[in-house]
């Protein structure tokens, strides 16, 4: 079967946009969902406050702990497009992800590809990232390196807030370019998205992003990481540990109870 239009641009370029994909309704179930999260955060809250203003909330694998995530991670139409996207028979959801940055809040988010932080290996790894305030550069639209999941290179995972916690080296990796500097020689994608606007992006495409510098609007954005065919399960050093899943062993399939298979559905 041929690759659709869609399929061999999110293969190109290792980032697809995707307008409205997400409808009103979803939308507002995930806010409400988010605004729960940030009065009673779960288990894996790794928010901080910003020296001069601004706040920052983070939450990840919150569909293990609400209703409304979960639904949403499971049967909105993301389990087939990530199906499609990927030219994959069978999908497992990763986890969930929450980046909110208030109004004022001065937290860029570095450079770095994702996978290296993940407890997998194999390239059929994706995410959906869902805009649910409009979303400019000034208030931290995600930036794309195109093809940058081509170059072969996971990068060493740093902490993104002033003070986190280490990551352990593995020899693997190499230190994360320069990518502002080298911003001529590179194409850059990014895009100014409206609420129910979704970016789709490969594991190992470089991105980032600006803090929100706006005095009035919010940056609220929600994603879902899938795999398919060829994950495996890794947990090698420089992973993140909240993400690692103790019932597998290195090599194994994904599908577990953490990472449920969500396509084809039953």
């Known amino acids: 079967m041929k690759p659709d239009s869609q399929q ?24 409400a969902a988010i605004e729960n999260d940030i009065k009673n955060p779960g288990p894996h809250y790794h928010g901080y ?3 001069g203003g601004g706040n920052f909330h983070g939450n990840m694998r919150l569909w293990e ?9 499971f049967n909105s139409q993301l389990p087939a497009l990530a199906a499609k996207l990927m030219n994959s028979k069978q999908i497992s959801l990763f986890y969930d992800q929450l980046f909110v940055k208030e109004p004022g809040t001065n937290a860029p988010t570095r450079w ?33 390196v195109k093809g940058s999941h081509k170059w ?30 080298e911003r001529d020689q590179l194409e850059m994608l990014s895009w100014d998205m409206q609420p129910g606007d979704v970016v789709a992006f490969h594991g190992l495409t470089v991105h980032g992003a600006r803090g929100n ?5 919010r940056r609220r954005g929600y994603t879902v990481r899938y795999c398919g065919d060829d994950a495996r399960y890794y947990a090698g ?5 909240d993400l690692r899943n103790p019932t597998l062993k290195q090599g194994e399939t994904l599908f ?5 298979k969500v396509w084809p559905q039953k």
Not at 119 to 128: L, Y
Not at 156 to 176: H, L, R
Not at 256 to 260: A, M, V
């Open 8 to 31: 061999k641009q999110f293969q190109d370029n290792g980032v697809i946009y995707l307008p409205q994909l997400i409808n009103k309704r979803w939308q507002q179930r995930l806010i």
């Open 49 to 51: 406050k910003i020296d």
């Open 65 to 73: 702990h609400d209703a409304e995530f979960k639904d949403y991670c």
């Open 112 to 144: 770095h590809n994702d996978q290296p932080y993940w407890s997998v290996r194999g390239w059929d790894v994706m995410s959906f990232w869902v805009a649910l305030d409009p979303t400019t550069i000034e208030t931290g639209a995600l930036e794309f």
């Open 152 to 181: 072969d290179q996971w990068f060493q995972p740093e902490p993104f807030a002033v003070g986190g916690d280490e990551y352990e080296t593995n020899s693997d990796y190499v230190k994360m370019r320069d990518i502002d500097a």
């Open 213 to 217: 510098s706006s005095p009035k609007l």
């Open 237 to 241: 050093a420089g992973t993140n540990e």
């Open 256 to 260: 577990s109870q953490q990472y449920p």
